[in-house]
């Protein structure tokens, strides 16, 4: 199929007038002859006007004049003409005088075809139901014509036209294929459809001019032999501005060139039209220089135009440069490609222009700055609503973007990168610290998505991976699915109170790797969180860890944290646990929680840890063995977290370096401190302890030992005071060669910090074989013992008495150590602090019942009464004497408070 070729609707209407009124002249032929002899002009009877009128006024046309002649070269012409349109109010043409030439030969043969056609003093009118202000103005001032046909050439001798402050002169010579009519696929259109389409675009185009000073446009037409010609174009736009618009488009020092070529049937070959302007307004885009470039051809779809805006300014932004390049798009519409750039940032890409005003735009590549976007009005609004900080610059890439006619979004999609983003408290350096990354993220924004108008796919801030649906107004709804290393802080604003709370209970070395689900509204302090963390070398409540897997279900009611292989201590040996942590929201925040349970195989000093450093430092010398049952649980209390604790172990354990077994403990809070129950084997014996209080200031302490060996009882009391260092290896259990076995109890105050210096009373009782040995005349009795004779040696067996403690000394005054022929009483101290003792006593023989008078005269009866036993130096090796001397003798009683209980040890 051919195409179409371009036609002015002006032009169409000029011709289809022309054509109309020779049609109408048929009837005259006759008369044309008769007056063609006459050499005067003469006027046309009435009949033949009426007639003229009539016919033209079937074709919706308005046809009126003074005078109708016919001149002697059969030239027609009317005096004060006036042409009317149905469906216009008012005349569209008026014309003082209107002539048109025929040719002779060809209107005898009845073919009209025109040679010449002059107009003066013509008006071309708007009618008021088309003009933009509702009033019937003129369009045209002043127009004459001056136009013969030569051929196959129209020979514009003349043609002036002036509207308003615009003028427009054309001369030369055209190809007579202009006047020829063209095939409309479309359908009849009404002529007052045309005519409304072309007065509107004059009344435009005068609006301009006027606003910007008034133009002048020239066109030259230069014929070519082969029967196509060559328009040259010139206008110039004045200089004068108009501070009042009318929402149409005003320029300053606009000039334009360009070229038509015309071919021989009519059809516009090729055109080319070029210019600049000093400024430019249109609606709220101003610019400082305008330049434009156009090119086409006969087809609508060959047309291409170039815009280039030197520093515009447009809604809030300063653009240095805006570069449009504007062609025909399939059906009516146009496609406009674009390259903008402004101090800070550049955006390219493309937009189709729908005829009904809608615009589908593509965005290939942009770098904004994002103080630039903040800058907006309205989009800084929405996100300062939304708690979002841009900072650095945004990347655009491949983005798609559909807007209405009335300039809303309708739907936008694409991918989007962000170097300085900050939103609700999340941002690259809150989430890691020590990495530059930006935000990154595919969205898809559609305003019909009511719950969720934006969509976040592969979305990437920093170490965090996920994606997002929400709401983009304050208070809206938005959920969020993170995954990756963050630092729990960045979350804060985000999830509330409880996850803050949650994390001061953690003292973390690394970044925790978290899956999380929230969904929340924007500005609210509650969410609804699901998620799992992974930790890895943290405190927890002030214990040491070193890995643990959090999950989280939470809501504003309640938050529950499950603890799954949460491993203390630095080695697999520190055991680990699983339990969970609940927060209930219901509550007040004191009270709220956290209520911690747990149970596994953790060693009791990383559970002692919770309740104070000190106090988890003090139990590392008791290492259970892996089949260990440990249990807590925690509750908050009015005055802090209450904590329980129980511990079983039924195999073999060493506690500072003692072998003990089948241990059963409890710990609890209690005012000012803890309670401690325990029951266990140890040194071959069984021990139960109770402590009371804070014991690491001062502790009621209750120990019971019964058979016990001395011998490791006295090991694990010289290893309390040193607790061995964090990272030495648990002592192994040692065993002390010793028969003996010992029963006691103790009731006092103990500071586990310094074990020496406990207060409180007791009693004991201790049997041993291999106890000691007496011997009265010293090495006098050894060298008899030598010869077999033990009548001065007596062996020791058993100890018992009572003892008290205070300010790091122990007090001995009732110590009896008795065999089977002797008794050996005893009163010391024992320095807890030195690890010294001495002790001094008397050494008895027990009577035989009755009256024996051997014993009168027994030598050692005699010895043993005059003997002063003495134990003196450290207590691993004292010094021990037994040999009489003169002076015990004469100073029998000068120590005789050695070893007596204070009597402020009884408060």
């Known amino acids: 199929m051919k195409p179409k070729p371009a036609s002015s609707p002006f032009r169409r209407f000029l011709r289809g007038l022309t054509n109309t009124c020779l049609l109408l002249l048929l009837p005259v032929q006759l008369t044309l002859c008769w007056v063609a002899n006459l050499d005067h002009p003469t006027k046309l009877p009435d009949f033949l006007t009426e007639r003229i009128s009539t016919q033209l006024a079937e074709h919706g046309l308005r046809l009126q004049a003074r005078n109708y002649w016919m001149m002697p070269d059969l030239t027609l012409a009317a005096d004060d003409l006036s042409l009317g349109v149905d469906g216009m109010s008012g005349d569209v043409f008026t014309a003082a005088r209107v002539e048109i030439a025929l040719n002779p030969a060809l209107l005898i043969a009845g073919q009209i075809e025109p040679t010449q056609v002059r107009v003066s003093d013509a008006r071309l009118w708007c009618p008021a139901s088309v003009a933009h202000g509702g009033v019937r103005r003129p369009l045209i001032d002043t127009l004459t014509l001056d136009i013969t046909k030569e051929g196959r050439w129209l020979n514009l001798r003349s043609i002036q036209a002036r509207g308003g402050k615009i003028t427009c002169h054309l001369s030369g010579e055209v190809p007579t294929g202009l006047l020829r009519a063209e095939k409309d696929n479309k359908g009849p259109i009404p002529l007052s459809r045309r005519l409304a389409d072309a007065f509107a675009s004059i009344e435009t185009a005068i609006d301009v001019a006027e606003r910007s000073g008034g133009a002048s446009v020239s066109l030259r037409c230069q014929g070519s032999s082969d029967g196509s010609a060559e328009v040259s174009v010139l206008a110039v736009l004045g200089n004068d501005w108009s501070d009042s618009g009318l929402g149409l488009i005003q320029v300053r020092g606009l000039n334009l060139r360009g070229t038509v070529k015309v071919a021989s049937d009519g059809r516009i070959a090729d055109w080319r039209l070029d210019g600049g302007a000093q400024e430019m307004a249109w609606r709220n885009i101003t610019a400082e220089r305008l330049d434009l470039r156009a090119r086409g051809k006969g087809r609508r779809e060959d047309t291409v135009a170039e815009l280039t805006l030197a520093q515009a300014k447009g809604a809030g932004l300063e653009l240095r440069r805006v570069k449009l390049d504007v062609r025909p798009a399939l059906g009516d519409g146009h496609r406009i490609a674009f390259d903008i750039l402004s101090d800070g940032s550049t955006v390219s890409g493309s937009a189709i222009l729908a005829p009904h005003g809608a615009v589908t735009a593509m965005i290939d590549q942009a770098h904004l700055s994002g103080a630039e976007i903040s800058a907006q009005p309205e989009l800084g609004r929405l996100l300062h609503a939304a708690g979002v900080d841009l900072r650095g610059d945004v990347l655009l890439r491949e983005v798609a973007a559909e807007v209405s006619a009335k300039g809303e979004f309708s739907r936008a999609s694409g991918e989007i990168a962000l170097s300085g983003f900050r939103g609700i408290g999340l941002s690259a350096e809150a989430i890691s610290p020590d990495k530059a990354l930006p935000l990154r993220t595919h969205f898809d924004f559609d305003p019909a998505r009511a719950d969720a108008p934006l969509r976040l796919r592969d979305l990437r801030l920093a170490s965090i991976t996920g994606s997002a649906d929400c709401e983009l107004k304050a208070g809206g709804a938005f959920m969020l699915h993170l995954n990756g290393e963050l630092d729990p802080a960045c979350l804060d604003r985000l999830l509330g109170e409880w996850w803050v709370s949650l994390w001061k209970t953690f003292l973390l070395r ?237 009731s006092g105050h103990l500071d586990l910090e310094k074990p020496r210096l406990l207060k409180g009373l007791g009693k004991y009782l201790l049997t041993d074989p291999e106890l000691k040995k007496v011997r009265l005349l010293g090495d006098i009795s050894k060298f008899l013992e030598a010869l077999g004779v033990d009548a001065t040696t007596y062996e020791l067996s058993q100890a018992k008495g009572t003892f008290g403690c205070v300010g790091g000394q122990a007090y001995f005054p009732d110590l009896a150590i008795t065999g089977p022929q002797a008794r050996l009483d005893l009163a010391g101290e024992i320095d807890l602090q030195a690890s010294t003792l001495n002790f001094e006593g008397g050494f008895k023989l027990p009577r035989k019942g009755g009256l024996n008078p051997l014993d009168l005269i027994n030598l050692n009866r005699v010895l043993s009464g005059l003997t002063k036993i003495k134990l003196k130096g450290p207590i691993s090796k004292p010094e021990t004497s037994a040999l009489p001397t003169l002076k015990d003798i004469i100073n029998s009683q000068k120590d005789s408070k050695l070893g007596k209980i204070p009597d402020g040890i009884q408060e």
């Open 510 to 746: 690394e970044r925790p790797y978290a899956f999380i689900d929230v969904e929340s509204h924007w500005g609210s302090l509650s969410s609804v969180t699901k998620g799992r963390a992974v930790l890895k070398r943290f405190d927890f409540m002030g214990a040491p860890f070193r890995y643990v897997e959090v999950s989280v279900d939470a809501d504003p009611k309640q938050t529950t944290i499950g603890l799954h292989r949460l491993s203390g201590g630095d080695t697999e040996a520190d055991g680990s646990l699983d339990g969970s942590a609940t927060w209930d929201w219901t509550k007040p925040l004191a009270l709220a929680g956290p209520v911690v349970r747990a149970q596994g195989n953790l060693q009791p000093w990383i559970a002692a840890r919770c309740a104070g450093k000190d106090f988890g430092e003090a139990l590392r010398g008791l290492s259970l063995p892996v089949d260990r049952r440990f249990t807590l649980l925690l509750t908050p209390g009015a005055k802090g977290p209450d904590v329980k604790t129980s511990i079983e172990c039924a195999g073999a354990f060493s506690a500072w370096g003692v072998a003990g077994s089948s241990l059963q403990a409890s710990t609890e809070n209690i005012d000012g401190g803890m309670r401690v129950r325990a029951k266990l084997g140890l040194a071959e014996g069984e021990a139960s302890l109770s402590l009371d209080g804070d014991p690491l200031r001062q502790t009621k302490l209750t120990l019971d030992l019964k058979g016990c060996d001395p011998a490791q009882i006295g090991q694990l009391l010289s290893d309390l005071s040193t607790p061995p260092p964090k990272d030495a290896a648990p002592t192994p259990a040692t065993k002390v060669a010793s028969a003996g076995k010992l029963d006691l109890h103790f």
